[in-house]
């Protein structure tokens, strides 16, 4: 699933978050909760938006579809 999402930001600079939860039956904001916390640094600084069920990624933000798509990446866990 997050490779779906890491390809909709690289290839679209968007993201359906409605389409995503159509095709995967699961409620998109449960499957990527830890993400939120970091997305919003990218919302709050203008590179990405916010509209209704999409994540839109601003021309400001282009370049930095790498970081906020990793964004969607689970953390890795160090023992």
């Given amino acids: 699933m997050t490779d779906e999402v890491v390809q909709s930001l690289a290839c679209d600079h968007a993201l359906d978050m409605g389409a995503f939860e159509w095709r995967n039956a699961q409620p ?15 919302i709050e600084r203008g590179w ?28 890795a866990v160090v023992a």
């Fill in 48 to 75: 990405l938006r916010r509209e209704g069920d999409m994540l839109l990624i601003e021309n400001e933000g282009e370049l930095l579809w790498r970081m906020i798509a990793a964004s969607f990446r689970p953390l």
């Fill in 28 to 42: 998109f904001d449960a499957c990527f909760e830890h993400a939120w916390e970091r997305v919003a640094m990218f």
